[in-house]
């Protein structure tokens, strides 16, 4: 359904990924020319290091400017993605016969209908510019790079790949940790309630026994006696 949104808006997705691939080629070769500085500055070619610094530095804006137009389509992207996926949800609902409606209340459903779009928004389209960008980067850094160094290009992809895989793995077994942990709370309330509910109960019992027990007299007497024979208290 997302790729369908995305198609069309081609053009933002086109301009999105490619100043991603750009600000992605060239920090990756921004971070390759660093070698160049330390090199110069063993054979203490100084002049040479501080053409380089001036150098990266320019391109060091150049990249971060690219990266804020590329966060800048990306955020026109998933905003006109999202308004269109209201748009076809608000037309469907509103080509629906009112006859289907008639039974729920209206302010209810809008509520629903509401929270809907928002767990979409939450949940799909804030995390997808994201996600294209890590992709994007995680290919392009690594195809600039296995033009340089094959090896070093296999070994970026392969940490890229662990650092990716072990978090997963570890919150699903964080999760399904945390899932029996809630269960057993759950329980372990459960039964905290019936002890105090018991407790109440037995504190209940000792108090009525206490009135029935003793000899009271005065008005007091005659009110305590009254509910005891017609549980009304007056």
Known sequence: MFLYYLLRKKWHLIGFALLSIFASVMMSLFSLHIADVFNAAEV?????????????????????????????????????????????????????????????????????????????????????????????????????????????????????????????????????????FLERFDIFVQYLKDVFNALFLFKNYAVEADVVNHDYSGRLAHALKRVQRTGIAV
Do not use: H
């Open 44 to 180: 203490s070619n100084y002049d040479r290091v501080v053409e380089l610094l001036i150098l990266m530095f320019a391109w060091y804006l150049f990249i971060r400017l690219m990266d804020y137009y590329s966060e800048l389509c990306g955020i026109y992207m998933v905003n006109a993605v999202r308004r269109d996926i209201k748009n076809d949800m608000f037309n469907a609902v509103i080509s629906k016969d009112p006859s289907l409606f008639i039974e729920k209340n209206s302010g209810e459903y809008i509520s629903e209908f509401t929270n809907d779009i928002t767990m979409i928004e939450t949940k799909y389209l804030v995390p997808m510019r994201e996600l294209l960008v890590y992709t994007i980067t995680i290919f392009t850094v690594s195809s600039a790079i296995i033009t340089i160094d094959p090896r070093m290009a296999l070994i970026i992809v392969a940490g890229t790949i662990l650092c990716l895989l072990f978090p997963a793995i570890a919150s699903k077994y964080t999760s399904q940790r945390m899932m029996r």
